[in-house]
């Protein structure tokens, strides 16, 4: 028979056994933790009604999003979880309790170009919270709070939060009357890192048309760095003049005061001017998330204050908050390079049990204790040497081996063996259990990323 | 500005928070019983090269198969997950250990025609062992055992698993000279709960033109039913007379043996000689599962052993053994049967924490205090009269609320509220973490599946 050549479309992860458990682990933290702040899961469709999903058009998405017809039907694979988590909530309003606080990991689409470290389908780990008409600030603090207890519980230090606020933004630009180029000023500033300020100033003059004093205020007002309180006291002098700018530097004070409040130590966040998130979607305060050690691979975690989720859908005013990681991207990012912990345990089961007598009935009876203690167990039935038997213990890195022969049964025992020391003591099936798990529970508190090599 | 209808496709699960879940604890339920199996989990992508996914081909695969282009590529939507297991085990061959064990929990394609309790999209729950060459006959007993476990701990308890050996089926229709009308003939026997014996007859004789006595044999050896003794005892008589037939005996004689080894009671599984999965692909024992009260809705759980997982991708010999619970439709079907338990966790927190000053800070306190214990929490901090504040927690079950006001706080406690008593008490933030935690630890033990009602 002629063969199928066996692959996997590019642009699409599929991983091998042992570092697929690392994400899984990763996944599991952040559906712990975002649990654990009161967020439900939702799972939404993959596929959607092209009309639906493609309410608010636009040049991108548009050319990227998997467009199909099926029957008479015009359909569209789901391009990030914003656009249905808005369909959702129009959809559902009436039976829906506001704020709405909802989280969903799934898998997005985006037929962008090939490239190493870009993927077409990728896992997004979203939390919104949507307010009926209103949302109280402090939704606005809690949302960095949360990605900071999600990134120390999967194990990174050295990453800052940078935060900033849309109204502050569009207050500053209004009073320097430069409120239409707003949008180009800020593309020019987000190229600062990479081709330094003079570079900036000379874009805002020659090909923004900017007055010299004018581009000197967006230099003046851009430069405003340093710690939070810094930060916070440059901004100071430009307050009394607009309304807009004073909103927002009044919210802006109220996340960082609140962030204090939620332990968020000053090392992992900053006040950013420059961080603007392109998006018209966005009116207070905006994220980025930055890893301290790779600020070239950009924000892994992004989001923002929004004031109309489902403007496409419905009349209702449903104003949220809201974050995103792209766990697939930082799941490649932390491999490549070598942030995923060996530690983590990435092995299919905690023991193999393995049978020693034709009548493999005691070894069976031994793997249902463990497993009723919660031990990962596999049975290991094949017909092999002994020695074989252990190399597949040893190649899959599954830490113990059970050996259960003639001996052991008359003596009641169980032969336990560390695979790693090579150590082997006979025991009761209840304190092998017990060892195993208390070793276990021990290697599963080791978090996924381990930062020092 | 005109509004586009915030619509599910129809055919497409989309779930409200509460009973999203109780969905959330059945897979978490099939994720952890799986992994105790030292089953490890993998995830493909839902999108594949056509040609990969149709390597097979044949007739309703390809009428219901989500199929387009993007590009250049001719794309596929999985339609379940054995075809991109078969590609991953070919793929991947070198690099994995056997017998490879993987679950996968995933969504799958297929554009039927929508109807009630039909799913376009949805989940299934896979596991596969897969062997190199050769796999022991004890697999082929403890895939009922852990399907077993599977449904005890969801909480059903009217359930059988039925088993089959396609061995035992081959040799008696090669024994009675109908090897080539197999098909046909189980096709007819399938009808017989629902038709009658006669009529099943009838169809042998006149359509599949048996002569009288050979129609006899057919009915005789389907008769054979009774508790796995009385089954087992009534195959007897054919042996020693087919290769095939002895073979599939001795099999379906240790299967039994096993399931007993693995503590599934005889009152969860039967041997049914009627079961024959349709497919060529099986070659060994094969399952259904039925839930006793319900026997309407079919099998809720299939699979069986096959001797070449992936034939079309390389020429190694690939046997196996699987089975696949259809999740999605499985929880339909409870759903509307009030099979779910009312006793399961479906508030999106444990407690809600609502401040009762000005400064939210001592709540933002008590609530990362409350996380740190596990509790899932939620500050309410808009500003609502009190009685809308009680009542968020009540229309969403949350079953705590801490009150922190003044007094709370200069006396260094929390008024915690039981929601569902409406009794209040003021209580150290240790105590009363404390108490919710037990509180819903006791409440998460309990089984999503109530089947008394």
């Given amino acids: 028979m002629s063969k199928i050549e066996p692959r996997t479309l590019s642009g699409f992860m599929e991983l091998l056994p042992a570092p697929q458990l690392k994400m899984e682990k990763m996944t599991e933290t952040l559906r712990r933790c975002y649990s654990l702040y009161g967020f439900t899961p939702l799972d939404t469709p993959i596929i959607e009604a092209s009309e639906v999903l493609l309410a608010k058009g636009g040049g991108e998405t548009e050319k990227q999003i998997y467009r199909f017809s099926k029957g008479d039907s015009d359909l ?96 500053f630009f209004s009073l320097a009357g430069m409120s239409e180029k707003a949008q180009d000023i800020m593309h020019a500033i987000d190229k600062k890192d990479k081709i330094g300020a003079n570079e900036v100033r000379r874009i805002l003059m020659d090909e923004l048309h900017m007055f010299s004093h004018k581009a000197d205020d967006v230099m003046d007002f851009m430069a405003i760095s340093g710690n939070v309180e810094e930060v916070m006291c440059g901004l100071e002098r430009y307050k009394g003049m607009d309304e807009t700018f004073d909103l927002g530097f009044e919210e802006l004070k109220s996340v960082v005061k609140y962030l204090g409040d939620f332990g968020v130590p000053e090392e992992n966040f900053a006040v950013d001017l420059s961080i603007a998130r392109g998006l018209d979607y966005y009116t207070g305060t905006v994220y980025e998330t930055e890893m301290c050690d790779h600020p070239e691979i950009g924000s892994v975690c992004s989001g923002g204050r929004y004031d109309d989720l489902a403007g496409y859908y419905t009349d209702k005013k449903l104003p949220g908050v809201g974050i995103s990681i792209g766990l697939t991207r930082l799941f490649y990012v932390l491999n490549e390079q070598g942030l995923l912990s060996e530690e983590t345990v990435s092995s299919p089961a905690d023991v193999l049990v393995i049978p020693m007598t034709d009548d493999p009935g005691p070894s069976i009876a031994a793997a249902t204790a463990l497993r009723s203690a919660g031990i990962r167990t596999q049975i290991y039935c094949e017909q092999k040497k002994f020695k074989a038997k252990l190399g597949y213990a040893d190649k899959l890195s599954i830490p113990y081996a059970v050996l259960i022969g003639e001996d052991e049964i008359n003596e009641n025992v169980v032969a336990l063996k560390d695979m790693r020391s090579g150590t082997q003591q006979k025991l009761s099936i209840e304190d092998a259990s017990e060892l195993i798990k208390r070793d276990m529970e021990q290697r599963s508190k080791a978090p996924v990323i381990k930062e020092d090599k």
Same sequence: chains 1, 2.
Avoid at 98 to 115: C, D, L, S
Avoid at 146 to 171: A, D, M, Q, W
């Fill in 76 to 171: 569209a694979l789901r391009f990030d979880l914003t656009v249905p988590l808005a369909k959702y909530v129009a959809q559902n309003y009436g039976k829906l309790s506001f704020p709405f606080r909802r989280y969903q990991i799934g898998k997005v689409y985006r037929g962008e170009r090939a490239q190493r470290g870009r993927f077409r389908e990728f896992y997004q780990a979203d939390i919104d919270v949507i307010g009926d008409g209103k949302l109280d600030i402090i939704n606005e603090a809690e949302i960095p709070a949360i990605i900071y207890r999600c990134f120390t519980e999967l194990g990174l230090k050295r990453f800052k939060i940078k935060v900033n606020n849309r109204k502050l933004l569009n207050g």
